[in-house]
């Protein structure tokens, strides 16, 4: 059994994640998201889909660009 690096379960049907040289092992999809998913610059979600990037950050959504300062962008209707 291997120990979940997020919450230190032991779980026997625990899995690694190997992603550009930073690997870890989770005991459920929630605790890779956790570790591996990036923040929102403005509200600091978890941004699990594809988010709104500019050159200098990632949001989850363009509102939070736009309250951010990053105009342009606009979500799917």
Known sequence: ???CDVC???YD???????QGNTGTFDSFECAI???APTCAHCGCRII??????TDAIY???HCAEQAGDSGM????
């Open 1 to 3: 059994m291997a120990r």
């Open 8 to 10: 230190g379960n032991e």
């Open 13 to 19: 049907k625990s899995f690694t994640i190997n992603q």
């Open 34 to 36: 956790h570790a591996f």
């Open 49 to 54: 889909g594809h988010g709104s990037e500019t």
């Open 60 to 62: 989850c959504c363009a």
């Open 74 to 77: 606009v979500d799917r209707q």
